[in-house]
């Protein structure tokens, strides 16, 4: 059976003290009853925490992997403010690239989107790729992709799980072993409408996941 991925997106949100809370609190992931290895658990906080999520999990043992939220579409160099995918390979496995608000408020097109997708790749961290619809481009490497129409992103009314499917399954036709997410307004109660059908393999949380038990919670239903 396939791995079913859970992504928390944790935007910009959370302090260095906001950061330890949420991971003492959702440190009881260890003593869940579930059977986690059929479940890829993917936290991807701001760039200043990825150090304390790091350190924090592997102390504790937890069973998740961390993404980070973007990454350079250049490599190392005289790029202020810019971090870059060599850097995010000491802390994480994935990473989220083309998110609707970068696309937005940052105005990333698909020209840098693919060379982010490329940067991501060469050193080995497997970007999480966001689309709006089955229409938007999409670069050759991308393996996974997140379906996030922009309509249900942050507004509390998500897409239907049988529109997502129809999208997912469209998304898949593009090529072999794709992995297709859901996102956008994904809570612990709607969680299970999007995981149980057949062409969606998870989904990417960002408001229910800033509450680390709302986004246990979500685990457990997926
Ligand atoms: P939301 O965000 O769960 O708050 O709708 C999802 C996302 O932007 O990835």
Redesign the pocket.
Known sequence: MDKLFLVA?L?SYKTQSEANEWLENFKIIRDSKQNLTQKEIIICPPFQLLFTFSSYIKENNLPVKLGAQDVSPFGEGAYTGEVNAKQLVDYCNYVIIG???RRQYFKEDDDMLKNKVQSAWSKGVIPIF?VQNENTFMPEEVSIV?Y?PAF????GTPDTPENAEVVARSIRSKKNNLKVLY????DSLNVKNFTSTDNLSGV??????LDPLEFLKIVENA
Request: net charge negative; charged share 15%; aromatic share 0%.
């Open positions: 997106n935007k998110h609707s608000e966001c997140a996030e249900a992103i942050g507004s996102g956008g307004s994904v990417l949380v960002g408001g229910a996941s």
